[in-house]
Structures are given as structure tokens and as C-alpha cells.
């Protein structure tokens, strides 16, 4: 049997598309391992929206060719994603481990067709190496960090749309996905009601740009999917990611409401930067002002919401007084929790042009000044669930010997219970908090 091993780097769409993959390659009776050292086919799967991102990526591929490749020359290495999208050549060029790149705009029926070429090819391949080394194979280096996947809560990530067409100027999505596609509303919910199943407790719905989903044959929009999403059979938790608040509506904040069981009272709405200024600067297409208006929707519409967003910091023209201006939006709409990024300039952008006024020291100081104001909001606003009674999804035992479990809002929380748990919701009553999570006692 061939065994294969997926490495996925990036967002949650880039973890549906390797989920993806998985159940393609186990219907050609191959099983999926845990450790590199395990697998006979290796498939790394891309991220480039950060140039940390990519720096991991190639030094993973490095690790590869030199130590496990060396001890199993058949492997089979295949890279996907945004990366192999836009740097195919040096990829080549550079890893002669790698037999095959795959970007993230082709059809994917091709990989289907290398996939199962690759299966028929290592069966053979495997056979006559294991007969002709059985005495001199010593076994696989044991490499740390790898580990096994543990009894853990059953998720269903779905992408209802690839790409994008908002080429905001600091982003290369839209360069390395393509124009914006969202697929079919029927397809989508035939897999949700599938998965639901087979026993997913919680779905979340990815996108690059959410709310601006359009069924292909009936055109309706993102809350009308919400909705029938909401309407399927079973116990669980749907999320969604991201929204952009160019397209956010009144109608999905009220079909949240209407299902309180269903839908998660939780919004991951990406501000990027407090400045008007700035904002134009990155071709978001919205106002501070706009945007604080949505945020006044939605706790008026789900009082128990929990928001959170993501910030650049120095984007090329920030000035001191620019970043004060997002610090005192972070104060005003006091966020549960905020996704703080230094600038960093992609290839292909429209801000690649653009000068870089900030020095290194203040980009760190700003960033640090962010993420310590932060801090201290998130720990109040955790501190507001003290003695509250919760509902959550158990999601696995950690090594610290308690249980994980999320509250809608995705705000983990620690508690004591036995595996039986896993995958269930219970009620928690909170019994301390902590800047990151909370520790509860089951009631
Ligand atoms: S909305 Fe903007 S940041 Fe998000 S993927 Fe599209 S271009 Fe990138």
C-alpha cells in the first residue's frame, strides 16, 4: 500500500484543498501517515502570502532531499499552492526531489491523472526496492517534530470559492488563485450534508472574499447559503472565513441570529488599518467609518459576538500619526482578538513600488505597542466570561493532560473530562480566565 503524506502551509483553504486531496488518494486505496519518514509520496502544499511563509517552505524542501529522500530513493515529492504557481522553474531548478509542481490556477483534473500515475508507478517501484534492499535497508531517520495524528474532532473545511478579484496592493492571492470562481451551492451542500455524516461537528466555510459568493446557477448570494447550510440536519458549528467589509451585509448578520444553534456568533472581519489614508493604499475599498458602522451592526444584531481582525502594520506611507489612528479604532471597537502582521512586500504587488518609510526599530516598536494594547483588551474582554455558564466543542486532549474545547467564538478553553468528550458539545462554567483562553469545570 502506498502511503502519503501531506505538509500544508497557509490559510484553512489551503487545509480544504489538501483534505481534499487526501480523500482522492485514499479512494486509490493509499493511507495517509503522520511523519514524513512514514510516506512513499510527499505532498507539500504552498503559502505565499508572506515571505516567511515561503523562507519555511524552501528549507522544508531542503530537509526533504536531505533526509529522507537520501534513505528512500523512490520517494515522490509534489508541490502545490500558491508558490508552485509563481516560482515553478526555481523550484525545479533548485530540488531535484521534487517530480512535480502543480499551481494553484490549473485544472485540477491533471493532478488527478500525476497522482494516479505516480500510485501505479511507486507500487512497482516499491516492490522491486524492498526486494532487492530488504538486507541492507536500515530503516528511516527519525526526525523530531513529526507526529502522529491524535483522536481529535472531526472538521469540514469547505472552499465555496477559489480566487480573487479585489487586488488589494500589498496581496498576491490574486495573482497566484486567479480571478474569483465560487462553486456550486447544490455541490457544496451535498458535501456539508455528507460530511455532517460521517460525524463533522463543526463546517467552516473558506473563501478568499466570502460574502461576495454567488451561486453559479442560481446566483444567489453568501447569506442565502448560510442559511441552507443552517438548515441541514445534525449538532454542529458553522464558521466562515474571511469576510471583507466591502461586502459585508445586514442580511448574514440577521440569518446568524435567526440560527443561533447552528451559525457561530463569531466574525473574523479584516480592518488592516485604522487610516483612510492608508486603507486607499491598499486598494480596500472601504472607510474606517464604513467599517466601524458594520461593527455597530453586528453587536447590535448578535450582542454575544465575538470579532476579530487581522492589522498591517508600517504599510509603505504609515506615518506615526496613521498608526495611532488604527490604535485607537483597535481601542474603540475592542476586538477579542487581533491577527497583527509587519508589512512585507510581494512580488508581482502594486506596493512593491511603493517606498518603505519605516525603519526597522519602529516597525518592531509599532508592532509590539499593537499586540501589548491587544493583550490587555483581549484579557478584559475574556474576563467579562468569569463565572459564565458556556457552551463548547471539544476538540482534543493536549499534552498538558486537559481537554481543548472552543466557544463559538472560537476563544479556547482548558477543562478536565475523559476522551469520551471529544467531538461533543457540553457546558462549561468558567472558572478562570487568562489573556489567551479560559479554564472551565464541566456542569
Ligand atoms: S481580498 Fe485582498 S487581501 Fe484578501 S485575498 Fe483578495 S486581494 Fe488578497
Not at 162 to 183: A, D, H, L, M, Q
Amino acid at each position: 500500500m502506498i502511503k502519503f503524506f501531506l505538509k500544508t502551509y497557509g490559510c484553512q483553504a489551503n487545509e480544504a484543498d489538501s483534505a481534499a486531496i487526501s480523500i482522492y488518494l485514499t479512494g486509490l486505496n493509499c493511507k495517509e501517515v503522520y511523519s514524513e519518514t512514514e510516506a512513499d509520496l510527499i505532498i507539500v502544499n504552498t503559502c505565499a502570502i508572506r515571505e516567511k511563509a515561503e523562507e519555511k517552505f524552501f528549507s522544508y524542501l531542503g530537509m526533504l532531499n536531505k533526509k529522507i529522500k537520501v534513505n528512500k530513493p523512490y520517494l515522490k515529492t509534489i508541490v502545490i499552492g500558491c508558490i508552485a504557481t509563481y516560482k515553478k522553474d526555481e523550484i525545479y531548478k533548485r530540488f531535484d526531489n521534487v517530480n512535480f509542481v502543480f499551481g494553484a490556477k490549473e485544472d485540477l483534473n491533471n493532478l488527478k491523472v500525476v497522482l494516479s500515475d505516480f500510485i501505479v508507478e511507486l507500487e512497482s517501484i516499491k516492490n522491486i526496492y524492498h526486494s532487492e534492499n530488504s538486507k541492507r535497508d536500515t530503516g528511516f531517520l527519525n526526525l523530531g517534530g513529526f507526529k502522529t495524528a491524535p483522536k481529535e474532532l472531526k472538521r469540514s473545511l469547505i472552499n465555496i470559492m477559489t480566487g480573487c478579484n479585489n487586488y488589494c496592493s500589498y496581496c498576491i492571492v490574486p495573482f497566484t488563485k486567479g480571478r474569483e470562481k465560487s462553486f456550486s451551492a447544490f455541490q457544496i451542500l451535498q458535501k456539508i450534508e455528507q460530511d455532517i455524516k460521517a460525524g463533522a461537528k463543526e463546517v467552516t466555510l473558506l473563501g478568499q472574499n466570502v460574502n461576495s459568493y454567488k451561486d453559479p446557477e442560481s446566483g444567489t448570494g453568501f447569506f442565502e447559503l448560510l442559511e441552507s447550510v443552517a438548515k441541514i440536519e445534525g449538532e454542529f458549528w458553522v464558521r466562515f472565513l474571511s469576510p471583507h467589509p466591502k461586502d459585508m451585509t445586514k442580511e448574514v448578520l440577521q440569518v446568524m441570529a435567526r440560527y443561533p444553534e447552528k451559525l457561530c456568533a463569531y466574525v473574523h472581519h479584516p480592518l488592516q488599518s485604522g487610516s483612510n489614508k492608508i486603507l486607499q493604499a491598499m486598494n480596500r475599498t472601504y472607510t474606517v467609518e464604513q467599517f466601524l458602522e458594520q461593527i455597530d451592526w453586528m453587536k447590535t444584531i448578535l450582542p454575544e459576538i465575538t470579532i476579530t481582525t487581522d492589522i498591517i502594520v508600517a504599510f509603505p506611507g504609515e506615518t506615526n500619526q496613521n498608526f495611532e489612528q488604527t490604535m485607537r479604532v483597535i481601542e474603540a471597537v475592542r476586538f477579542d482578538g487581533i491577527f497583527p502582521f509587519i508589512y512585507s512586500a510581494r512580488k508581482y504587488t502594486k506596493a512593491l513600488s511603493l517606498k518603505d518609510n519605516c525603519s526597522k526599530d519602529e516597525k518592531i516598536k509599532r508592532i509590539n505597542e499593537l499586540i501589548k494594547k491587544q493583550q490587555d483588551i483581549t484579557f478584559e474582554q475574556n474576563s467579562l466570561k468569569m463565572g459564565k455558564v458556556l457552551r463548547v466543542l471539544v476538540e482534543k486532549r493536549m499534552a498538558n493532560g486537559r481537554l481543548l474545547a472552543r466557544t463559538q467564538g472560537n476563544i479556547r478553553v482548558f477543562l478536565d473530562g475523559d476522551d469520551s468528550l471529544i467531538g461533543s458539545f457540553v457546558h462549561v462554567k468558567v472558572e478562570k480566565t487568562r489573556r489567551s483562553d479560559l479554564l472551565g469545570v464541566l456542569v
